[in-house]
C-alpha cells in the first residue's frame, strides 16, 4: 500500500461517504488523481464496492505504545554523573508496537491503535509500519505534536540500566476517540493492552469488550497501576517482577513466592497470569496448570524488547488453541530469538525461530 493509499483510507475510515472531489481538496490533489488510488484500493482487496466500505479479514487489535527508541550499548561499568563511552542504535519501539510487529512477523493480521505525531520520528513508524505490513490506520494522528521517544542505557550486560520516555502525547489519547473505533474493536479476535495508555482508555476499553479475550502487559513498574481496576477483566496478565509486586503489594524474596502472587491476580479474577523472571525465566499459571520455564543459555545483545517478543509469542499460540504451557514456551522461545538482535524485534523471527524450535523446550 503507498503512502498515499494509506491516507485515502484514513479519511474513508472516518467519513465513508466522502465524494472524491471532498478528497481530493482535502488531499490537494487533482479529483482524477482520487480516483485512481480508489480503484487501486478496490483492486488491491482494500476496499469492497460503492460506499468506500473498507475489507476487513479477521485480525487482532493492539493498544498502545508506538516511539521511536534510542539505545546507549557499552562494554564496560556505567559510571554515574558522567559521560560513557558507547554505541548508539535508533530503532522502532514502544511496547504496544513492538508486540505488533513481532505478530505480524509471525503471520498475524494485526492493527495497531496507537498515537503518532507529525515530526521525523511519526514519519519514520509509518513508513516502517507499511513496509512491514502493520496496520495503524485507526491510531490518532496528531497535527504539530512529536511522537513519543524512549531513551534507554544499557549496562553492560546489555540489560537496561536507565530508561526515559517523552510520552506526553499519550494523554491526547481521549474516551471520544476510542469510542469512534468500536466497530474495529468489537470486531477483533482479541485485543491486546499496554499500560502507555492512559488509565481512563483502559478502564473503558476493560469494561467494553471483556467478552472477547483480553491481554494487558503492565510495561514498567511506574504505570502498572493504570491496570489496578481492570485485573478482573484480563485473560492473561503478563507482568515481570517488579510489575507483579507493585500490582499485588507483595513482595518476591525468593522463587517460591511467586506462585502466591499468581494466586493474588487470581482471586481478582485474572484467567492466566505470566511473570517473567529476567534470567531465572518465566512463571505460567491458571486454575488447571502452573509452572516455570527455564530460559536458555544465549549471548543476550539487547535486552529491551525480549518481553514483547514472549507476549508476542505467547498470544500467538493462544489463538491456535495451545495449553497455557505450551504458549508461555514459545513465547520465551520468541524472547530467546529476540535477546541475540540489536533490535526491539528480530527482523527474521519466524526464520529463527525455525532452528530454536527444535532445541527449546
Not at 332 to 347: G, K, Q, R, S
Amino acid at each position: 500500500m503507498t503512502k498515499r493509499e494509506q491516507e485515502i483510507l484514513i479519511i474513508l475510515k472516518e467519513n465513508p461517504l466522502i465524494t472524491q472531489q471532498e478528497l481530493a481538496n482535502i488531499l490537494g490533489i487533482k479529483r482524477s488523481s482520487v480516483g485512481v488510488h480508489l480503484s487501486n484500493l478496490l483492486k488491491k482487496g482494500y476496499l469492497k464496492g460503492k460506499g468506500y466500505i473498507i475489507n476487513e479479514a479477521p485480525y487482532l487489535v493492539v493498544l498502545g505504545g508506538a516511539n521511536v527508541d534510542i539505545v546507549g550499548f557499552t562494554d564496560v561499568p556505567l559510571v554515574m554523573k558522567d559521560s560513557n563511552q558507547g554505541t548508539l542504535k535508533i530503532s522502532m519501539g514502544g511496547v504496544g508496537r513492538n508486540i505488533a510487529e513481532n505478530l505480524v512477523r509471525l503471520g498475524l493480521n494485526t492493527k495497531l491503535i496507537s498515537v503518532i505525531g507529525d515530526d521525523a520520528n511519526g514519519y519514520q513508524l509509518k513508513s516502517h509500519s507499511q513496509q512491514i505490513g502493520l496496520d495503524i490506520l485507526d491510531s490518532l494522528f496528531l497535527k504539530n505534536q512529536p511522537t513519543s521517544v524512549h531513551l534507554a542505557i544499557m549496562d553492560e550486560h546489555n540489560d537496561m540500566a536507565l530508561g526515559l520516555s517523552a510520552m506526553d502525547i499519550y494523554n491526547q489519547f481521549s474516551l471520544a476517540f476510542i469510542k469512534k473505533k468500536h466497530e474495529i474493536l468489537q470486531k477483533a479476535e482479541c485485543i491486546v493492552l499496554d499500560t502507555n495508555m492512559p488509565k481512563a482508555i483502559l478502564d473503558a476499553v476493560a469494561a467494553n469488550y471483556h467478552s472477547q479475550k483480553l491481554f494487558l502487559d503492565a510495561v514498567a513498574g511506574s504505570k502498572a497501576l493504570r491496570a489496578k481496576n481492570i485485573l478482573q477483566f484480563l485473560y492473561v496478565l503478563k507482568v515481570n517482577r517488579l510489575e507483579a509486586e507493585i500490582l499485588s503489594g507483595l513482595t518476591i524474596k525468593k522463587t517460591t513466592d511467586v506462585p502466591k502472587l499468581a494466586n493474588y491476580f487470581h482471586k481478582i479474577g485474572v484467567k492466566n497470569v505470566c511473570i517473567t523472571l529476567g534470567n531465572e525465566g518465566a512463571f505460567y499459571s491458571n486454575s488447571k496448570i502452573n509452572g516455570y520455564i527455564k530460559p536458555q543459555k544465549i549471548s543476550v545483545i539487547n535486552a529491551n524488547g525480549a518481553g514483547d517478543a514472549f507476549m508476542a509469542g505467547l498470544i500467538f499460540y493462544d489463538l491456535q488453541n495451545k495449553s497455557l504451557k505450551e504458549s508461555a514456551s514459545f513465547g520465551m522461545t520468541c524472547a530467546a530469538v529476540t535477546l541475540e538482535h540489536e533490535d526491539n524485534v528480530h527482523p527474521e523471527l519466524q526464520q529463527k525461530l525455525n532452528t530454536q524450535l527444535k532445541t527449546f523446550k
